[in-house]
Every structure is written in structure tokens, then in C-alpha cells.
């Protein structure tokens, strides 16, 4: 068996195969609360006002799924398994546990949000820009 990194504790693996709904927009936040990719690629989906669907792909030393439990709301986005996909997941209360006694993830969960932050910044700016443009 290959050693997993040491922050990679008090939560449990699960395998999801290709095209797997790993959780939905509007679902409540279950035991498998954050995730963590150790192999494979995740599509996130973020709902947008018009109907559409913004796709934002991740792979392996990605944290996903944090926004939720932290802000205590159900899901915002969709999160689906593009490929054969070995994740850890945490429940919130173990997430905060190994979050706390491990600086890396909580470096790559910090990382994480802001580089999920800067991209939906850059997707809505961009947006937000042409619709003031069109205004003028």
C-alpha cells in the first residue's frame, strides 16, 4: 500500500467512477463534507444567473466542497467525477481536527478557495464588464 501524506487523516478514501455525481446544487451537506483529490479529475459546476453553467476542473492535492460547511448552507455548486477518482473525505468536525493539526492542509485548503475565488472573480468581472459596456 503507498503512503498517504501525513495530513490525510481522521477522514476515509472513496472511489468514484467516470461520471458520478459526487454531490449536487441544493443538497444538504452529508458526512462526506470536504474532499480532498488524491487521483483522478473532478468538474465542478457553478450555476450561473442565466441558466448556464460555468466548469471548473480539478486535479490530485485539490480541496473541494469547503464553501458549504463552513458558511453552514447546502450545496452551491455541482461536483461531478470525471474519471476514476480516489478521494479522502472528511466530515466537517474531522476536517476541522486534521485542518488543525496539520499546516499543509490547511495551506492547500486556503490555497484552494483562493484559487476557486480568483477564477469566479475573473469569470464574473469579465461578464460584469461587458454587460456595463453594452449599457453605455
Known amino acids: 500500500m503507498e503512503k498517504r501524506e501525513s ?17 449536487k446544487c441544493g ?7 470536504i474532499l480532498y483529490i488524491v487521483a483522478g479529475l473532478v468538474k465542478i459546476e457553478v450555476g ?53 493539526i496539520s499546516w499543509e492542509l490547511t495551506y492547500i485548503s486556503i490555497t484552494g478557495l483562493t484559487r476557486f475565488l480568483r477564477i469566479l472573480n475573473a469569470e464574473f468581472g469579465e461578464k460584469l464588464g461587458l454587460i456595463k459596456e453594452r449599457a453605455i
Open 7 to 23: 495530513y490525510l487523516q481522521y477522514g476515509r478514501e472513496i472511489i468514484y467512477e467516470p461520471g458520478s455525481v459526487i454531490y
Open 27 to 33: 443538497s444538504s451537506v452529508s458526512k462526506n463534507a
Open 48 to 100: 450561473l444567473n442565466n441558466g448556464s453553467k460555468f466548469p471548473l476542473y480539478l486535479q490530485p492535492d485539490n480541496v473541494f466542497g469547503i464553501v458549504e460547511p463552513l458558511s453552514e448552507c447546502k450545496r452551491l455548486t455541482n461536483a461531478f467525477s470525471m474519471e476514476k477518482s480516489l478521494l479522502y473525505v472528511w466530515d466537517t468536525e474531522d476536517f476541522y481536527l486534521a485542518s488543525s
